[in-house]
């Protein structure tokens, strides 16, 4: 069917939490189910509602998974748009197909069907059989774009966006053998999405309703449908269903009959019928349904949306994402804020305080309280007594409702960037640790538009803009109700925006932006990071943070950078564990090390490895054993930073003298090692451990 890839035994140093609930394809068997999401492959038991996710981190090529398929030897594939095919074998292992191991002639993979021993992959330009691409000039389609391939019987059928074509298998070479069907035969629309035989005709998804065929040509029968967007048709002895844009139908005496009570979600996805005959849907964001008589819904667990556009680490360890931003690709907006705590997800919507949405960045308090920002709407504020608090230009001495970054200083002062249309009077609202008393700063040019904020180890206050290429720094020990000239300072960084200000244990202040980093030290630029004088993955910077030994962390829009304390940089992408490559906010874990990363598919966390004040007790290596051509490094988690790590031979012969927690699997001379057995000591001023490895090359 197709060549056979290594096999994957993939060992990460990222786990992901995704949301499974943007389904694409439901693929039901006999005592589970699997979805094909944008959030992975979600292994479904229905007995007793256990969820099993596959990511990229355990051998998917993307995240987001459009359709699966099984032979009939038991492989599960699963299709990824424009990522390539994943195989899941028996056995459990994965295997990668990436659009090059295919020889597609195509960008884009749009379906799958297997047919005996031959699959078939439809695609943006045709379709692949038995290794040949055919494609509108030597077949019979009419359009290359094919949305869906069925067979019944001796046929194989094609909904493309240019009608309905179908062909005998035998016949699928001839050309001429094939027959056509569009609009000018009746469909009711060329863009066909579904294809399924019920009562003996042939019916047909469209995005302009269904279309259903009368042996010559095709009838519309629309009436009743709560959307003409309709995106699955399904049948099962007798009973006709379609999933629409606006939720389900059942065909019943000549008109569609909507069945959607119960259904919170409508925008439907998939569909299929179990062995019991109980009608399943997949639902763009609200998960799996099985109508039995009434809708239950099955929702996996994970954050409200992949669009994660910050994270707040809080003191009870509990880990807080916003999720809207306007330009958010998901078209069901959240307005909601997520909560991981102890292996559990929250989800807090507008049910919770009112209308409030667009919520940007997010911030805690000295007293454990969560601010998050909502632009147009003001601030929102948990407390650990568990309730919401709104604060508004109405109700309270807040300047303006477009509240974008916040900070909170040691006293506990909080600011508030506040952006004002037309630009006037833009600035930062300060509500003091007495929580009563507001004040305003702003000035001209330099309180314009601030997306980003700071404070270094002298109490200034340093501002980055969204709209000017002006870095301010304030000097809040003068004053912070009203600073005079004297207090201000400024520098241009010549690039628009600034992202992110980070002030490292050197008061050296970190400037991303939308070209590279500057770095500052004293007002002096020190240096700066691009993509022309660095291993930087990306110019455009989106957030930096500074883990517990010093060394600098680095989201940008082609993935992670770290840039440890020696000098020594490492890159970190999709291939090895991000949920995406487009980053967008950072944050540390200080009572554990762990390392959250959001993106704009999903959250992660990255396990460095580095613990805070540990006993050797805790420290161990993983993966172990360590394959060298599968794993980047094998770490020594829970080490201190100032930790001597050692790798001898059995024998007893130097090998590697570690500096940091890491080792790729190589000499003092660069040399890789051969398979064997090692020896590793681990040593503080306190104390002493030993351990053995395994290497595998």
């Not at 929702?299 to 807080?320: C, E, M, T």
């Not at 477009?402 to 609202?429: C, H, M, Q, W």
């Not at 440890?564 to 490492?570: A, Q, R, S, T, Y």
């Not at 992408?573 to 704009?600: E, F």
């Amino acid at each position: 069917m197709l060549a056979m890839l290594m096999l994957l035994n993939v060992a990460s140093l990222f786990t992901t939490y995704l949301n499974s609930n943007y389904v694409y394809d439901l693929h039901i068997e006999e005592m589970e189910m699997f979805w094909a999401t944008t959030g992975g492959v979600v292994r479904f038991k229905v007995a007793d509602s256990t969820y099993i996710k596959y990511d990229n981190t355990d051998g998917l090529i993307s995240n987001f998974v459009t359709d699966i398929e099984k032979d009939e030897t038991g492989n599960r594939f699963f299709s990824h748009w424009t990522s390539g095919l994943t195989q899941l074998t028996q056995e459990g292992a994965f295997i990668r197909f990436h659009m090059s191991d295919l020889g597609l002639q195509a960008d884009t993979i749009t379906c799958l069907l297997i047919d005996e021993d031959k699959m078939i992959i439809g695609t943006n330009a045709g379709f692949s059989f038995d290794g040949i691409f055919l494609d509108a000039g030597n077949s019979g389609l009419t359009n290359a774009r094919i949305n869906v391939m069925k067979r019944f019987g001796d046929t194989l059928w094609f909904g493309t966006n240019g009608g309905v074509d179908k062909v005998h298998i035998d016949r699928l070479f001839a050309a001429d053998e094939w027959s056509s069907y569009t609009v000018a035969e009746g469909l009711p629309s060329n863009k066909v999405l579904d294809i399924s035989p019920s009562s003996g005709r042939m019916w047909a998804a469209t995005d302009g309703g269904v279309g259903r065929f009368n042996g010559v040509n095709w009838d519309v029968v629309n009436q009743g449908l709560p959307s003409e967007i309709v995106r699955r048709i399904a049948s099962r002895a007798g009973a006709l269903y379609v999933g629409t844009d606006s939720g389900v139908a059942e065909w019943v005496l000549d008109r569609w009959e909507p069945r959607n009570e119960g259904l919170a979600v409508t925008e439907i996805r998939a569909m299929a019928f179990d062995s019991d005959g109980s009608l399943w849907v997949g639902t763009y964001g609200g998960g799996i349904a099985r109508l039995n008589g009434v809708w239950r819904v099955y929702r996996s667990p994970g954050p409200r949306s992949n669009f994660i556009n910050d994270v707040l680490i809080d003191r009870d360890g509990g880990v807080w994402c916003t999720h809207f931003e306007p330009w958010n690709p998901e078209s069901i907006k959240p307005y909601a804020l997520s909560r991981f705590q102890q292996g559990q997800w929250t989800a807090y919507g507008r049910e919770d305080f009112g209308d409030m949405g667009n919520f940007r960045f997010s911030a805690v308090d000295r007293g454990g309280n969560r601010w998050f920002t909502c632009y147009g709407y003001g601030l929102l504020e948990y407390t650990n007594a568990d309730s919401f608090r709104i604060y508004n230009d109405s109700n309270s001495g807040l300047r303006g409702n477009n509240t974008s970054f916040p900070l909170v200083d040691k006293y506990n002062n909080r600011f508030f960037s506040v952006y004002v249309a037309g630009g006037i009077g833009e600035g930062i609202s300060i509500l003091s640790s007495d929580d009563s008393t507001w004040s305003f700063i702003s000035r001209d040019n330099y309180t314009k538009a601030i997306w980003a904020m700071a404070l270094d180890s002298t109490y200034g206050l340093w501002l980055g803009s969204e709209m000017t290429p002006i870095i301010a720094r304030i000097d809040l020990s003068i004053s912070l109700v009203d600073p005079p000239d004297e207090a201000w300072w400024t520098y241009s960084s010549g690039a628009i925006p600034t992202y992110a200000i980070s002030v490292d244990r050197d008061n050296c202040v970190w400037i991303g932006t939308s070209n590279g980093i500057r770095v500052l030290k004293d007002t002096i630029l020190e240096r700066s990071y691009t993509t022309r004088n660095s291993p930087l993955l990306s110019d455009e910077v989106m957030d930096i943070e500074f883990d517990l030994e010093g060394s600098a962390i680095i989201a940008t829009r082609d993935g992670l950078n770290i840039l440890h304390i020696n000098g020594v940089w490492e890159a970190y992408r999709t291939q090895d564990g991000l949920p995406s490559n487009q980053l967008r906010a950072l944050a540390l874990n200080r009572s554990t090390g762990d390392l959250w990363i959001g993106s704009d598919r999903g959250l992660c966390r990255y396990d460095s490895g580095i613990f805070p004040d540990p006993t050797l007790r805790e420290c161990y290596t993983f993966p172990n054993p360590f394959i060298i051509s599968q794993h980047n490094y094998v770490v020594f988690h829970n080490t201190a930073g100032n930790a001597t790590i050692r790798i001898y031979t059995l024998s007893g012969s130097p090998v590697r003298e570690l500096m940091g927690n890491r080792w790729d699997g190589r000499d003092q001379h660069g040399q890789e090692v051969s398979s064997g057995i090692y020896v590793y000591t681990v040593n503080t001023e306190a104390e002493k451990k030993a351990g053995k490895l395994a290497v595998i090359k």
